[in-house]
């Protein structure tokens, strides 16, 4: 999933720019710094750092390039966007994200592939397709390189010339951001500029002290970035409840509490998984202030857990905000990011397709008188205001709960309400009722998430011995068989799909087949129906799934109970739907036939199908 990332920027030691005797400033200048030639120890990614001689207007005037030795081919270029720039201000391109975040404590400004180097590789910048700085090894002979190299750093030591930038005029002094980050500084340590003729005072602002709500602003971008600040407040959620997120959240005092709505009172606080904190921790921060995929945060440099004295200098109580469903609109939960929050009505879990994966359940509030959110078009004609009302209000009416935890199908979950371990006697089902459930809002992965420390009540559903009584003679039900693939996926040959050039979707061994074979026929026993429409299963010429089935189902009843219709390929896509039923009660007449029409398979014209071709 694409995310935004944006510019970092760093406090910076200035002097005036000014070359005593020069006919006019030099022009618009961004040079390379420094490289990290990762992957090093920790998972370090690949790392270019750039920084801003001069004031850029527009960054979209110039590139960076990586070429192979500096005398091989030219590797890929990154084209900045448009934006701007101010003298002094860091830019980091990575290859990737998350190994740099945990790493380096804060989000780099871009990732690209141009970052992917060797520590003696050539770095250019282009300035209108011209380039004005190299960085790194510009030929085979090792003479005259403006950089050092040790252990997988490279550092700057010089300029090289160009036409727009008089390098005679400048030095370079101090350690640059990465070697600070190589000694486990939690925060880049700039260079100090100065001019070689007149080096004059260094102009050091300090960190700003400010309230929470003036770091988070009332927009989706925090007006602080880049700045550094202390900030004071009491966790409410911290790394001992969400361990893999890094980091804690702080929120304000009551008596510190603005009185604009739009400025949510709470902010995480990344601190590269120090666990230094519990709930409840009167606490001051100094860090950088960030735009961490739209969440801000402060990349903390320092946290101090206040002393008894401090915190009786004044009322530090926290009340968490109230969320109401439905919402005006999703984007107002960006004034209660970072807080505490409280969801006194009664929402149901109404989603948990990404459980297992991500550890997300979703909970919300129905529609009217309903027992859980349904599907629009489930209930109203596609396209009628019916149908948009409910998916307005479907939308507005939702939160996602989130486990904390950034690693995909973990061996073990969490219980998205008590979070205690998963269990099949801890278990939660679909319709399950949460009454003033309490937790902390998050944004990540283009959703506002709640991370929960607690609720009031819980009331979980259960199961029913058999399904409701309907009348009638004949049971007609339905089950996805979860890609079920009779041709195993060896993960080279796509061999399967109607043209068999598509990839098998399914068991990627025999045991695994093995496995997905007992538990679906378990299941088509306990259903015990006279017609059953299948999901998901193998549509690949000459292999029938549905033969398969059928003749476990029949070993398992011990008698030829169920038989198939046998369609063959249906539709062009890798898997298809298809029938099995028991002779007994219901019996084929005529041919079978497939529903594969443009006008069905696309019905609202969109140039993509929405429906799978219908046996």
């Given at each position: 999933?694409?995310?935004?990332?944006?510019?970092?920027?760093?406090v910076?030691a200035m002097?005036a720019?000014?070359?005593p005797?020069?006919?006019?400033?030099?022009?618009?200048?961004?040079?390379?710094?420094?490289?990290?030639?990762?992957?090093?120890t920790?998972g370090?990614?690949?790392?270019?750092?750039?920084?801003?001689?001069?004031?850029i207007?527009?960054?979209?005037d110039?590139g960076?390039?990586s070429?192979?030795?500096g005398?091989?081919?030219?590797?890929?270029e990154f084209?900045?966007?448009?934006?701007?720039?101010?003298a002094?201000?860091?830019?980091y391109i990575?290859?990737e994200?998350?190994a740099?975040?945990t790493?380096?404590?804060?989000?780099p400004?871009y990732t690209?592939?141009?970052?992917?180097?060797?520590?003696?590789?050539?770095?250019?910048?282009f300035?209108?397709g011209?380039?004005?700085?190299?960085?790194g090894?510009?030929?085979q002979?090792g003479?005259g390189?403006?950089?050092?190299?040790t252990?997988?750093?490279?550092k700057?030591?010089?300029?090289t010339a160009?036409a727009?930038?008089?390098?005679?005029d400048?030095t370079?002094?101090?350690?640059?951001?990465?070697d600070?980050?190589a000694t486990?500084?939690?925060?880049?340590?700039?260079?100090?500029i100065?001019?070689?003729?007149?080096?004059?005072?260094?102009?050091?602002?300090?960190p700003?002290?400010?309230?929470?709500h003036?770091?988070?602003?009332?927009?989706a971008v925090?007006?602080?970035v880049?700045?550094?600040v202390?900030i004071?407040?009491?966790?409410v959620?911290d790394?001992?409840t969400?361990s893999?997120l890094?980091?804690?959240?702080?929120?304000?005092?009551?008596?510190d509490?603005?009185?604009?709505?739009?400025?949510?009172?709470?902010?995480?606080?990344?601190?590269s998984?120090?666990?230094?904190?519990s709930?409840?921790d009167?606490?001051?921060?100094?860090?950088?202030v960030?735009?961490r995929?739209?969440?801000?945060q402060i990349s903390?440099?320092?946290?101090?857990?206040?002393?008894?004295?401090?915190?009786?200098?004044?009322?530090r109580?926290?009340?968490?905000?109230?969320?109401?469903f439905?919402?005006?609109?999703?984007?107002?939960?960006?004034?209660?990011e970072?807080?505490?929050?409280?969801?006194?009505?009664?929402?149901?879990?109404?989603?948990y397709?990404?459980?297992?994966?991500f550890?997300?359940?979703?909970?919300?509030?129905?529609f009217?008188?309903?027992d859980?959110?349904?599907?629009?078009?489930?209930?109203?004609?596609?396209?009628s205001?019916?149908?948009?009302?409910?998916l307005?209000?479907?939308l507005?009416?939702?939160?996602?709960?989130d486990?904390?935890?950034?690693s995909?199908n973990?061996?073990?979950?969490?219980h998205?309400?008590n979070?205690?371990?998963f269990t099949?006697?801890?278990?939660?089902?679909?319709?399950?009722?949460?009454?003033g459930?309490?937790?902390?809002?998050y944004?990540?992965?283009g959703?506002y998430?709640?991370?929960?420390?607690?609720?009031?009540t819980?009331?979980?559903t259960?199961?029913p011995?058999?399904p409701?009584?309907?009348?009638?003679?004949?049971q007609?039900?339905?089950?996805n068989?979860?890609?079920y693939?009779?041709?195993?996926?060896?993960?080279?040959?796509?061999?399967?799909?109607?043209d068999?050039?598509?990839?098998?979707?399914g068991?990627?061994?025999?045991?695994e087949?093995e496995r997905?074979?007992?538990?679906?026929?378990?299941a088509?026993v306990?259903?015990?129906a006279?017609v059953v429409?299948?999901?998901?299963?193998?549509?690949?010429?000459?292999?029938?799934?549905?033969?398969d089935?059928?003749?476990?189902?029949?070993?398992?009843?011990?008698a030829?109970t169920?038989?198939?219709?046998?369609t063959?390929?249906?539709g062009t896509d890798?898997i298809?739907?298809?029938i099995?039923?028991?002779?007994?009660?219901?019996t084929?007449?005529?041919r079978?036939?497939?529903?594969?029409?443009?006008?069905?398979?696309?019905?609202t014209?969109?140039?993509?199908?929405?429906?799978?071709a219908?046996?």
């Amino acid at each position: 999933m694409k995310r935004v990332l944006r510019v970092v920027s760093l406090v910076v030691a200035m002097v005036a720019t000014t070359v005593p005797g020069a006919a006019a400033a030099p022009g618009e200048m961004l040079i390379v710094t420094g490289v990290v030639d990762g992957p090093l120890t920790g998972g370090i990614p690949k790392v270019v750092e750039i920084y801003a001689v001069t004031d850029i207007a527009d960054l979209s005037d110039f590139g960076v390039g990586s070429a192979n030795n500096g005398g091989g081919t030219d590797g890929q270029e990154f084209t900045f966007p448009a934006g701007s720039l101010s003298a002094g201000d860091y830019v980091y391109i990575a290859t990737e994200a998350v190994a740099f975040e945990t790493f380096f404590g804060f989000a780099p400004t871009y990732t690209s592939g141009m970052a992917s180097i060797n520590g003696d590789d050539a770095i250019e910048v282009f300035h209108l397709g011209a380039v004005v700085d190299t960085f790194g090894e510009i030929d085979q002979s090792g003479v005259g390189q403006p950089w050092e190299y040790t252990d997988g750093w490279a550092k700057r030591i010089g300029l090289t010339a160009s036409a727009s930038f008089d390098v005679s005029d400048w030095t370079f002094s101090g350690p640059d951001a990465l070697d600070g980050v190589a000694t486990n500084s939690a925060a880049a340590i700039p260079y100090a500029i100065e001019t070689a003729a007149t080096p004059g005072p260094v102009v050091d602002g300090g960190p700003l002290t400010v309230f929470i709500h003036e770091v988070q602003g009332p927009g989706a971008v925090s007006p602080l970035v880049g700045e550094t600040v202390i900030i004071e407040g009491v966790v409410v959620g911290d790394q001992e409840t969400f361990s893999r997120l890094a980091g804690f959240f702080v929120q304000e005092e009551d008596v510190d509490v603005d009185d604009n709505a739009l400025t949510s009172e709470g902010v995480f606080v990344f601190n590269s998984f120090r666990d230094s904190v519990s709930i409840g921790d009167v606490v001051r921060v100094e860090g950088l202030v960030q735009e961490r995929f739209n969440n801000t945060q402060i990349s903390a440099t320092s946290v101090e857990v206040l002393g008894e004295e401090e915190v009786l200098e004044k009322n530090r109580t926290v009340t968490p905000a109230e969320v109401v469903f439905p919402l005006d609109a999703v984007s107002d939960l960006e004034a209660v990011e970072g807080m505490s929050v409280v969801f006194s009505q009664t929402l149901v879990v109404s989603e948990y397709f990404n459980y297992d994966r991500f550890g997300e359940v979703v909970i919300a509030l129905p529609f009217g008188d309903e027992d859980r959110p349904y599907t629009p078009t489930a209930v109203a004609e596609p396209g009628s205001a019916e149908m948009l009302e409910r998916l307005s209000w479907n939308l507005r009416s939702r939160i996602t709960i989130d486990d904390g935890i950034t690693s995909q199908n973990p061996n073990e979950v969490i219980h998205p309400i008590n979070r205690d371990p998963f269990t099949l006697e801890n278990r939660f089902r679909g319709g399950d009722e949460v009454t003033g459930i309490v937790g902390t809002i998050y944004f990540d992965f283009g959703l506002y998430r709640l991370l929960p420390t607690g609720f009031d009540t819980y009331d979980r559903t259960e199961r029913p011995e058999s399904p409701d009584e309907v009348g009638g003679r004949l049971q007609v039900a339905t089950l996805n068989a979860l890609n079920y693939f009779v041709t195993l996926d060896d993960g080279v040959n796509d061999v399967c799909g109607a043209d068999q050039s598509q990839e098998c979707r399914g068991a990627d061994s025999v045991g695994e087949f093995e496995r997905q074979r007992v538990k679906l026929i378990a299941a088509l026993v306990g259903l015990d129906a006279d017609v059953v429409g299948l999901v998901e299963i193998e549509n690949t010429p000459g292999v029938s799934p549905l033969a398969d089935i059928v003749s476990g189902l029949n070993d398992a009843l011990g008698a030829r109970t169920y038989d198939y219709i046998d369609t063959g390929v249906a539709g062009t896509d890798a898997i298809k739907v298809g029938i099995i039923y028991k002779p007994a009660a219901v019996t084929q007449i005529g041919r079978t036939a497939v529903l594969d029409s443009p006008e069905f398979l696309d019905p609202t014209g969109s140039g993509e199908d929405r429906n799978r071709a219908a046996v």
